[in-house]
């Protein structure tokens, strides 16, 4: 059974850092792209960072410049360094791994279980 499991949510004022972890645990072959996804209330899930087994990237313009993504391939976990956040930042943050199990050919995207994010004075 793979697990992600993500820690580092909380709440911080407008201009503050917070840094999100996520670890992928269980049975695993090989992790391919990881990532993290966000939710605002209201709001459809979108992305947030995206990183593959490369080290190749890819940010949302909104976050641009102020988040970075990041992954230890031997601990199979995957960071985001957030900073000069602002109140439209706020949302549940999901961590995402796209893997392949031992127990399959095939690869499959999983999902970690969220983490609040809440900006605010």
């Known amino acids: 059974q793979v697990q992600l499991v993500e820690s580092g949510g909380g709440l911080v004022q407008p201009g503050g850092s917070l840094r999100l972890s996520c670890a992928v645990s269980?049975?695993?072959?090989?992790?391919?792209?990881m990532g993290w996804y966000r939710q605002a209330p209201g709001k459809e899930r979108e992305l947030v960072a995206r990183i593959v087994i490369t080290g190749s990237t890819l940010y949302a313009e909104s976050v641009k410049g102020r988040f970075t993504i990041s992954r230890d391939n031997a601990k199979n976990t995957v960071y985001l360094q957030m900073s000069s956040l602002k109140p439209e930042d706020t949302a549940v943050y999901y961590c995402n791994a796209n893997l392949r199990s031992r127990t399959s050919y095939f690869s499959s995207d999983k999902w970690g279980q969220g983490t609040q994010v809440t900006v605010s004075s």
């Open positions: 269980g049975s695993i072959a090989t992790v391919y792209g």
